[in-house]
């Protein structure tokens, strides 16, 4: 696009802060984890074991709902956490969830026909593309170098100003 002058314009482009990324991430995460699950709703089959009491050979009791609960429950929580959390804390927490959601994910194609592995592969591609990225941007999380303390007798022209 030009400008009025006719010079070709740059779009700016600002660096948006590590905790809007992460629950952005988390938020993506949450979108293909819960559409994955109700898209699965239309295989073949799969509404009539899950009204016989069956999900993936486990059967559908209150330890059941409650694993999937927690399931569901834990990523929606990170995307508030990334967002209120402090750096020391929201960094670890991203790495510690989202290194264990790797194997829960994966786990996911567990089972599954060959006849959906390209659902199944795009959904947990995605998926696991996602935890990366959340790996990655708390991984690199800027770190702030500390501001040294003046030696004694130093003043900054703040103090000055002021007279301390």
């Known amino acids: 696009m030009a400008s009025r002058t006719g010079r070709p314009t740059v779009l700016e482009d600002r660096r948006m802060p590590v905790q809007a990324r992460l629950a952005a991430a988390w938020a993506s995460f949450m979108a293909l984890y819960l559409y994955v ?25 209150p330890t059941f709902v409650a694993l999937a609960l ?5 990523p929606s929580l990170m995307i508030a956490a990334s967002a209120m959390l402090p750096a020391r804390a929201n960094r670890t927490l991203n790495l510690v969830v989202a290194a264990l959601y790797f194997p829960v994910t ?25 935890l990366a ?5 708390a991984w690199t999380w800027p770190h702030t170098s500390p501001r040294p303390e003046p030696a004694l007798g ?11």
């Open 106 to 130: 994966i786990y996911n194609a567990a089972g599954e026909s060959w006849s959906y592995s390209y659902f199944y592969g795009l959904s947990i591609g995605l998926e696991l593309l996602l």
């Open 70 to 74: 927690t399931l569901i429950a834990v």
């Open 37 to 61: 699950d109700y898209l699965a709703l239309y295989k073949p089959g799969f509404l009539d074991e899950l009204l016989a009491g069956v999900v993936h050979e486990f059967e559908t009791g």
């Open 154 to 164: 130093e003043l900054d022209r703040s103090q000055l100003a002021t007279g301390r």
């Open 133 to 137: 990225l959340i790996l990655r941007a």
